[in-house]
């Protein structure tokens, strides 16, 4: 696996109809690593994931995650928060962590319980009983539960109060394996700057930039919020 890129991504175009969402992306990213993929809503984060998650298909360009085309088998290494609940809300929580178990390979049971005592959440609990913040919560737990190798998590900050927001940093901070990569999607960027170690910039479908987060800091001499601010004239 030495120096393997763990996500590369070649000339990728997608349009919709005759409108080009994504123009040209190129990308590497190694394991290790915790990335925000910044940008305005509607800069193309979304449906840069979702190509990802071979939820979409591209119109050009090409997708490797551990050296392999997008399909079966890179699903079975990427966990993927998207940004709205997909969870059956009639079930009960321990019911979708059963469902978990029994559909994902590398799923650990009993982390997603830890986490969720941990988060002050009842597994017993119906999920349409609970807060979209709660939901919000079950779904993070479940998703840091596995042991991928590439994490997506698609604006997993949206629909909570400050004083979570840090607790689920937190949670991603200690719950992901050190081999593995984080990729946060995010406008909310001075909530997640602390813990990122690279930040990728997307504006209008273009990548348009990525950079060590602490080399970007240093040259700029400001935060990566401000630089982001400035960039976009926000």
């Known amino acids: ?36 993929l910044l940008g ?13 998650n071979d939820l979409l298909t591209p119109t050009s360009g090409e997708i490797l995650i551990n050296g392999k085309k997008i399909g079966v088998e890179t699903k079975k290494v990427v966990s993927y928060l998207p940004e709205r609940t997909y969870l059956n809300k009639q079930m009960k929580v321990f019911e979708v962590i059963k469902l978990f178990k029994d559909f994902y390979e590398d799923f650990d049971d009993k982390k997603a319980k830890k986490l969720l005592k ?25 998703v840091m539960s596995r042991k991928a190798d590439l ?14 927001r840090d607790y689920i940093l937190d949670t991603i901070l ?16 001075s909530d997640i700057e602390r813990i990122l170690d690279e930040v990728i910039f ?20 400001a935060s990566i919020d401000e630089i982001f601010r400035r960039m976009f004239k926000w």
Do not use: C, W
């Not at 994490?151 to 979570?164: H, N, Q, R």
């Not at 200690?174 to 960027?189: C, D, G, M, P, V």
């Open 151 to 164: 994490y997506i998590l698609d604006e997993p900050l949206s629909g909570v109060d400050p004083a979570t």
């Open 202 to 221: 997307i504006d209008k479908g273009k990548v348009v930039l990525q950079s060590s987060a602490d080399k970007l800091r240093n040259k700029e001499k």
């Open 118 to 142: 941990e988060l002050d959440l009842d597994i017993e609990q119906h999920l349409t009983k609970m807060s979209k913040g709660m939901q919000e919560k079950v779904q993070l737990a479940l």
């Open 174 to 189: 200690s719950n992901f394996n050190e081999k593995a990569s984080i990729i946060i999607s995010t406008h909310l960027i």
């Open 40 to 52: 305005k809503n509607g800069a193309g984060k979304t449906t840069l994931i979702k190509l990802i």
């Open 1 to 36: 696996m030495s120096n393997m890129k763990l996500l590369e991504i070649k000339s990728l175009n997608k349009s919709f109809d005759n409108k080009k969402v994504l123009k040209d992306i190129n990308l590497n990213i190694s394991s290790g690593k915790i990335i925000g």
